[in-house]
Each structure stands twice: as C-alpha cells, then as structure tokens.
C-alpha cells in the first residue's frame, strides 16, 4: 500500500497544506530520539523537493542539536478526517537563526510569530504515503493560543532569558547553537 515520490507533487503537496498538526522526528547516532507535534501556520511547501517549519520557542530544542550534530529529519502527516492517509517526508535539514544571513529572507514567507526561534530548511530527498487506516477520524476545533500568548507576555528580552536557561542543550547534552542567535 505504501508508494514513494521522489519529490512532493501537487495532490500531497495540497494535503500537506490542509493538515493542523505535523510531526517532526531528528536523533542522533547515539541519544534519544526526538519526536515533537507542531502546530500553528508554520510549515511552507517552497518545492517539491524543499520544505520551511518555523520551530517556536518550547521547553526543549532538541531538533537544533541533533540538526547540528546530524542533518537527518523526517516530517510526518496523518489525514484525521476524510480519506485515510500517512505522509512522511525524509530528508536533510540545516538550521537558520536569527541573525543568520538569510534568516530574513526565510522567515518573511510566515506571518510573524512571537517566540519564533528557528527555521529549519529541509532537503526533502524521499516521500513515502502509506494507507493511514488505523489512524482514527478526529474533529478538528482550531489551533491553541496558548504558546503564542505565552510568548508575547515573556517579550523579547524574556524569551532570550528562557533561551539561556532552557533551549542551550538537548536532553543528551547536545548545544543547540541558541548562544549563537542571542
């Protein structure tokens, strides 16, 4: 049931689009391995081969250390409603900061978020779909507002302080390179 793209075409591309939530999966050789749920408008399609996620800031920063230490990252959709579908995207990711040099560039294709602390720019090298039908229909009721109010009451100042104390190393020790962007 499974069938694998060489790039993202236009239908997944679509679906991609239309979906709440993503998930997002990086590890090291060694390590624990990461697998976080995001949410918001933070992910562009800018090519079939060639994805934007905008990382806002959270407790951990596990996907920039193990984005330094090893590019490797799979993104992964589920069709919670409708036709049954999974959508994983492997590739390879770099990481772009504030203050980088095409920082600007990259985050003007989002509309801005408070706590936005990275993007990762992602070489899609392998789509895959497989059928998705133990994956149960859910009811959308809209995005949680929580964490960007959160971070609009921190400021800009606050959320560099929760920077150094919170996001400087992963679980495993790891820098994130956050030192670099403060």
């Known amino acids: 049931m499974a069938k694998q793209y060489p790039g993202i075409p236009d239908h997944l591309k679509r679906f991609i689009e239309a979906q709440p939530l993503f998930f997002v999966a990086t590890a090291t050789a060694e390590g624990h391995i990461n697998l976080s749920p995001k949410g ?3 992910l562009r399609v800018v090519g079939p081969d060639r994805v934007l996620w905008l990382n806002l800031t959270g407790s951990g920063n596990e996907s920039a250390a193990h984005v330094r230490r090893d590019g490797r990252m799979t993104l992964m959709f589920c069709a919670f409603e409708g036709d049954p579908l999974i959508l994983r995207l ?3 990711a770099r990481m772009v900061q504030q203050g980088d040099a095409d920082w ?3 985050y003007s294709r989002f509309e801005p978020l408070p706590g936005a602390r990275q993007l990762f720019d992602m070489e899609v090298e392998l789509v895959q779909t497989s059928c998705g039908m133990g ?3 859910m009811e959308y009721l809209g995005q ?3 964490l960007v109010d959160w971070a609009t009451k921190k400021g800009d100042e606050g959320l560099r302080d929760y920077w150094r104390e919170k996001n400087r190393v992963s679980l495993d020790g790891l820098p994130t390179g956050i030192d670099e962007a403060l």
Do not use: K, S
């Open 40 to 42: 918001l408008d933070t």
């Open 90 to 92: 492997y590739g390879r």
């Open 104 to 106: 600007v560039e990259l």
């Open 135 to 137: 994956v149960p229909l």
């Open 144 to 146: 949680r507002t929580e």
